[in-house]
C-alpha cells in the first residue's frame, strides 16, 4: 500500500460517489498535502444539488471512491462547496479524514480490530537492534547474524478498557546487488477485546504519546497510523486482516534533532523488567490526571506560546496534580466542619448578600492548600539533593511562583512588583516547574527518583 506516514504527500485520481448513490460517480482528484491538508476536487456535484443550492456549503458523513490503481477509498466527515460561475460545474470537498485500503458503508461501520502507530524516537527508546556480531579467535574475521528481522518488546493488557498494547520492532531489508542496508522501525499495536472506533484508538494514543513525551524528555509525535480491518484472503489459503492507512489533517511538528538515548530520563531498558507495572500505573491515573496532561504536555508541545502562558499552564497542573494525588487540607474535614460554622455565623447580618457570598466563598475554600502550599509540599516530597539543584538556593521559589500567579490571573501593580517580569526569569521557572512535575508523575510510576533526576536536571 501507499506511505502509511501521516505526513506523507501524494495525490489520488478516481471516482467518488455517495454510499447512498453508488451508480452516479464523478471523477475527481484527492490531494493529501502532509497531513496538513486533505481535499478531494470533482467534476460536477455529488448529490445533484439546483443551481440555487450551490452557494452554501453540503456535509457528507461518508463519501467512496476507488483510485485508478483500484485502491479502496473511505473519506469521512466532509464538507463540500460547489464552485461559481464555471462550466461543466465543479466542486471541492474539504475531508476530515480519509481511510485508505476500504469502503466504510457508514460511520456506524468504520471500526477497526487493532492500529499500529509509529512515533517519532520511539525506535531509539526502545534501543533494539537484530545484529550480532562474532569474531574469530584465531583470524581476524567478522560474522554478522541476524537471529529475526523483529521483535516483540513488550505486551500490556489494560483492564479499564480491555485491550492489549504492545511494542514492536522490526527491519526491512534494503540491500542491492553492491551494497547491503536496513531500515529500523518501530509501533505501538493497540488490539481492543473487539472492533472500535477510530475515537477509541485517538484517546488511547493521546495517553501513549505522553507518557513517551515523560520517558523521553521531550515531546514525542505521531507519525503513522494503520488500522487493521476484517481478515481476507490475499492468496490462496493465505488470509490476513486488511491494512487500512488512517491520514487526517494534524499540525506538522517542528524539526527537531532526535533524541538521544543516553539524553532520555527513561529508556526502554530502564523499566524492562517492571512494564507491566509502570505502564498499569499509568493508565490507572489516565483518567483522572486527563487536565493535568492536557495543561502540561499541551505547553509542551506549543513552541508558539507565550513564556507566560506556560507558566500558567504548568502552575494549573501542578496544583491540580497535587490535589488528586494528595488532596491537600491544612486540619482533617471533621474538625474543620467545627471552624467553618464558627466564622460563617461571625459575619454581620447587615453585611450585603454579593459581599456574603465571598465571606463564605472564601472560608469553604480556606482549609485548602494554596498554590503555595502544594508546591512547597511538592518540592519537599523530592530528596534533598534534588531539591538543592532545582532551587540553587533560591528558598523563596514557591511564594514567587505563587504571587506571579495571582497577578497573571487577577493583575493589580502591586503584585507585578513581586512577580516574575522578564522572559528569562519566566523561561528558567518553567523548567523548574516543568522538572518538579515530571519527577513526580515518574515517581507515581514508581520509578525511583534518583534513577531519572540528572537527566531531567540536565534539561533545566
Wanted: proline share 6%.
Amino acid at each position: 500500500m501507499r506511505d502509511p506516514e501521516l505526513y506523507a504527500e501524494f495525490t489520488l485520481s478516481g471516482v467518488w460517489w455517495l454510499p447512498e448513490r453508488p451508480s452516479e460517480k464523478r471523477p475527481g482528484t484527492l490531494s493529501v498535502k502532509g497531513g496538513s491538508d486533505i481535499s478531494l476536487e470533482l467534476f460536477g456535484l455529488l448529490d445533484g444539488l439546483a443551481d440555487a443550492d450551490r452557494t452554501g456549503l453540503t456535509k457528507f458523513p461518508i463519501i467512496l471512491g476507488t483510485s485508478e490503481r483500484g485502491e479502496p477509498c473511505t473519506l469521512f466527515d466532509n464538507t463540500a462547496a460547489a464552485y461559481h460561475g464555471q462550466e461543466p460545474v465543479m466542486s471541492k470537498v474539504f475531508v476530515n479524514r480519509l481511510y485508505l485500503g476500504k469502503h466504510f458503508a457508514d460511520a456506524a461501520s468504520v471500526r477497526f480490530k487493532s492500529v499500529r502507530v509509529g512515533f517519532t524516537n520511539l525506535e531509539e527508546w526502545l534501543g533494539w537492534s537484530p545484529f550480532e556480531f562474532s569474531h574469530g579467535t584465531e583470524t581476524s574475521e567478522i560474522s554478522l547474524h541476524i537471529p529475526s528481522p523483529y521483535r516483540k518488546h513488550f505486551e500490556f493488557h489494560e483492564p479499564t478498557r480491555a485491550a492489549a498494547l504492545s511494542a514492536w520492532s522490526m527491519m526491512t531489508e534494503t540491500s542491492g546487488r553492491s551494497r547491503f542496508g536496513a531500515e529500523f522501525n518501530a509501533h505501538i499495536e493497540l488490539a481492543p477485546a473487539g472492533p472500535s472506533e477510530f475515537e477509541w484508538f485517538y484517546e488511547v494514543v493521546f495517553d501513549v504519546r505522553n507518557l513517551l513525551t515523560l520517558f523521553v524528555g521531550s515531546p514525542v509525535y505521531v507519525e503513522m497510523m494503520l488500522g487493521q480491518g476484517d481478515d481476507i484472503e490475499y492468496a490462496p489459503g493465505v488470509r490476513r486482516p486488511e491494512d487500512i492507512g488512517i491520514y487526517f489533517p494534524i499540525k506538522r511538528w517542528p524539526q527537531r534533532e532526535s533524541v538521544r538515548r543516553f539524553e532520555m530520563p527513561v529508556t526502554f531498558q530502564t523499566i524492562e523488567g517492571q512494564a507491566s507495572e509502570v505502564l498499569g500505573a499509568w493508565f490507572s491515573n489516565a483518567q483522572k490526571l486527563r487536565l493535568v496532561c492536557e495543561l502540561f504536555f499541551g505547553a509542551q508541545y506549543n513552541d508558539e506560546m507565550y513564556v507566560d502562558s506556560k507558566f500558567v499552564n504548568f502552575t494549573q497542573a501542578l496544583e491540580i496534580f497535587h490535589r488528586v494525588m494528595w488532596d491537600g487540607r491544612h486540619v482533617p474535614p471533621e474538625i474543620y466542619d467545627v471552624y467553618r460554622e464558627g466564622l460563617l455565623a461571625a459575619i454581620p447580618r447587615e453585611v450585603p448578600e454579593r459581599l456574603r457570598q465571598r465571606f463564605q466563598n472564601g472560608i469553604n475554600q480556606a482549609n485548602m492548600y494554596s498554590l503555595q502550599d502544594r508546591l512547597s509540599d511538592l518540592i519537599a516530597r523530592l530528596d534533598p539533593w534534588t531539591q538543592d539543584k532545582i532551587l540553587k538556593g533560591e528558598e523563596s521559589f514557591a511564594r514567587r511562583v505563587a504571587l506571579t500567579r495571582n497577578y497573571l490571573t487577577h493583575g493589580g501593580e502591586s503584585l507585578r512588583a513581586k512577580a516574575l517580569s522578564t522572559p528569562w526569569e519566566y523561561f528558567r521557572a518553567n523548567q523548574k516547574l516543568r522538572t518538579i512535575l515530571s519527577l513526580h508523575m515518574l515517581k507515581m510510576l514508581g520509578i525511583p527518583e534518583r534513577q531519572v533526576a540528572p537527566a531531567l536536571l540536565r534539561q533545566m
